[in-house]
């Protein structure tokens, strides 16, 4: 088998040989091998020499016999000027410039150096040319003594081949096979041109001994294979046929060893110079043994897509990376955009926080300045109020009459006339017919509704809150309708709701008007003047109502000759309230008392007797001592009877000062009732003719209207 790796730069043949020189060392000396050997490389330098002188001519070629020895080529050609001008035939301007050495007619001396200025261009260019074309070259050493002529052949007969194939037209695709041994140093030559068929990628795929043959007759492919059988047959001579199998073992491993090192070396060489890769690679041997083709060629093809492949996955990679990068680049400059604008938005919506920040201090500045101001004047109106009360009077007494009671409407009345504050009562006299007025702040006839009744009272209730103490009381003789004005009927409704219910419903409803500005509560500061009496906390109409059902309850009850459900006690609810102004701090302290007296009629009347008389003794006892304190107040004497009775302490604190008394005197229209009724009205007048008395000044009523206008 004498196949090459044209790419890689040996032959299998070859490393076959030096390993069997090696194996055999002395042996391969044999004469007739020696002989063979050095006649077969005879042949080929002749060739060689003959090619060359015939191309360049004799007088170029002087130097270089017809039939040289190794001695006499090296030193013929050892100036390049012959290798050159060889060249030049071949590949015309392949070397542009050959240099004549000065000495070049002159016999050069075995073993003398020639200029280094000739050594260095012409062999140079010599070698580099041909190595850019593609044929196999040889080490410059070898033209010195020692070298190895047989390369030198080889790339002459290379060129030779290859001028040979130029002359034919050079059509198809030039190839060379031989036993080429191409120089393996390191040294490499760069190539200044490059020539069409170098290009080829067919110049990469390798030859097959047929082509070879057909192509290059008569070269050393079938020499080799002669020259191998001859030494292995040489190596088996003098052996055992025993021994065979391990020598041929032996050998075997050793070419191999030999092959796969010198595989490594070209590899290395070819990844140290990748720009010579194509180049050594233009040269292609042929061989028929495909196996080794691909063998030898598969790895650098291998190793070349491997790194065309890995370039382009490289290339895909960082273009991908880049993309990326541009990608990111771009996201992180829309963040800083969209960061730069939130910063902005942000620095905005600050500045405007301040802005409306100071605003907002500015009005409410304005609104606590207003507030205060609203509260100046709500304490002004609160005593130009109270004084409007305290004009019209700190007692105040209204009269209600009755109506007739079903089945009584026969009777004529005792009411002769009603005028605002005056009532008429007829009287008979011994000269006939008569009639008496009295006065009182306001009389209410017979068919006067509830609601006109509570009118009067309403604002004093607003006083309440703001402090002042109200006593409003129910006084008549029974059955006259103190109850009825106080509580109302049995079947209540809305319209038929007496004076409690309107004051405690307008009482806990101005607290809910005023629960922004005010705190209210109810209290008791001083305790309870009356034993057993108890204050239970109420939040609500409903629950004092409860309250007083509950006393109601407890309340003597009984049937009179006047009244068949005549209440025989005095009933009395007291309401205190405390109310904190939440601007100023300042405390008001109110208490209003609802009291439902016991009937006041005479003891004859009411036609009792035993304990009933007792009681009526007691209702009368208080009701006078009643009357005591209020007739003293009228007056302004500085002395009040409180402590004569029960009731009077107990409506102490609300009888006298800055308090506010009401007083309805209740009376029935009955002829039979006359007496009673003059009783009760010449009472009432004198509690309330002191006040109306000091009310008369101002009866015209410029003072309080004008004081009513400011409220
Ligand atoms: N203004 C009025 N309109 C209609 N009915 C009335 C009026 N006033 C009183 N009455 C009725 O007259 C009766 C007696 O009234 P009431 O019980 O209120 O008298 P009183 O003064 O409280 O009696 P006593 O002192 O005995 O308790 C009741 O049936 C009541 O409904």
């Known amino acids: 088998m004498a196949a090459e790796g044209a790419g890689l730069g040996f032959s299998v043949a ?50 270089l016999p017809a039939e040289p020895s190794d001695e006499e080529f090296r030193l013929g050609l050892r100036s390049g000027i012959i290798l050159c001008n060889v060249l030049n035939k071949v590949q015309p301007g392949a070397v542009p410039k050959v240099v004549e050495g000065p000495c070049d007619s002159a016999v050069i001396p075995d073993g003398a150096a020639l200029s280094a200025f000739q050594y260095f261009e012409n062999v140079r260019n010599f070698l580099v040319a041909v190595q850019e074309m593609g044929i196999p070259t040889f080490e410059a050493s070898d033209l010195e003594q020692g070298g190895k002529t047989s390369r030198i052949v080889n790339c002459v007969l290379a060129l030779k081949s290859f001028g040979d194939w130029k002359q034919t037209g050079g059509s198809g695709v030039w190839k060379f096979g ?8 390191s040294k490499s030559f760069l190539r200044k041109n490059s020539e069409p068929f170098t290009n080829s990628s067919s110049r990469n795929s390798s030859m097959n001994e047929k082509s070879l043959s057909v192509l290059a007759p008569g070269t050393d492919s079938n020499k080799m294979s002669g020259s191998l059988s001859m030494l292995v047959r040489a190596i088996l001579l003098d052996k055992k046929p025993e021994e065979v199998p391990a020598l041929v073992e032996s050998v075997l491993s050793k070419v191999t060893e030999e092959f796969e090192s010198r595989m490594v070396n070209q590899y290395e060489l070819r990844k140290s110079s990748p720009n010579d890769f194509g180049g050594k690679n233009q040269l292609k041997s042929t061989s028929n043994d495909k196996k080794t083709e691909d063998k030898n060629i598969k790895p650098p093809r291998k190793d070349e897509s491997w790194t065309k492949s890995s370039n382009e996955e490289s290339k895909a990679l960082l273009q991908k990376q880049r993309t990326i990068f541009d990608e990111q680049q771009s996201d992180i400059e829309d963040l800083k955009s969209a960061l730069y604008a939130t910063k902005a938005g942000m620095q905005f919506m600050q500045m405007k926080f301040h802005e409306e920040f100071g605003n907002l201090a500015v009005h409410i500045h304005g609104l606590a300045h207003a507030a205060s101001g609203y509260h100046r004047v709500l304490e002004e ?29 026969s009777y004529m009345s005792t009411v002769e006339n009603i005028e605002e504050g005056t009532i008429s009562i007829s009287t008979p006299s011994k000269y006939g017919k008569g009639h008496r007025s009295f006065n009182f702040n306001k009389v209410f006839g017979p068919s006067a509704t509830q609601a006109e009744v509570f009118s009067d009272t309403q604002p004093l209730i607003r006083s309440v809150l703001d402090g002042y103490n109200v006593c409003i009381f129910a006084y008549g003789q029974t059955g006259s309708g103190k109850t009825y004005t106080m509580t109302g009927p049995r079947q209540l409704n809305e319209q038929s709701q007496g004076v409690n219910y309107r004051a405690l419903s307008d009482l806990f409803y101005l607290a809910e008007q005023r629960k922004d500005t005010f705190q209210i509560r109810n209290s008791s500061q001083k305790g309870l003047s009356v034993p057993d009496a108890s204050l239970v906390p109420v939040a609500s109409t409903s629950d004092v109502l409860d309250l007083m059902n509950l006393g109601q309850r407890n309340r003597a009850v009984g049937a009179t000759a006047l009244n068949d459900r005549s209440s025989r006690s005095h009933s009395c609810l007291t309401v205190h ?17 609802l009291v439902d007296l016991a009937g006041s009629e005479r003891v004859d009347k009411s036609e009792v007797t035993g304990d009933r008389l007792k009681e009526a003794q007691h209702i009368n006892k208080s009701l006078s001592a009643l009357g005591d304190v209020i007739a003293s107040l009228a007056q302004k004497n500085p002395h009040v009877p409180y402590r004569n009775s029960k009731l009077t302490q107990l409506l102490q604190d609300s009888l006298g000062g800055q308090a506010k008394t009401l007083m309805f005197v209740h009376i029935s229209p009955e002829p039979n009732a006359l007496g009673e009724t003059i009783s009760t009205l010449k009472f009432a007048e004198r509690v309330a003719t002191v006040e109306l008395g000091a009310a008369k000044v101002n009866k015209d009523g410029s003072d309080v209207k004008e004081l009513k206008e400011q409220v």
């Not at 031989?178 to 140093?185: E, L, Y």
Request: aromatic share 6%.
């Open 577 to 593: 309230v405390q109310g904190r102004d939440l601007t100023s701090g300042t405390i008001f302290r109110g208490c209003m008392h």
């Open 381 to 409: 109106n609160r005593k130009l109020y109270n004084q409007v009360q305290d004009l019209k009077g700190s007692i105040r007494v209204y009269c209600r009459v009755r109506p007739f009671l079903h089945g009584q409407s």
């Open 14 to 63: 070859s490393v076959v040989e030096d390993v069997l020189l090696q194996q055999q060392g002395t042996r391969l000396r044999d004469v007739d091998l020696e002989s063979r050997k050095a006649e077969e490389a005879a042949v080929r330098r002749y060739e060689a020499a003959g090619w060359l002188r015939k191309t360049v001519g004799v007088v170029v070629a002087r130097d």
């Open 178 to 185: 031989g036993n080429i041994k191409p120089a393996t140093s």
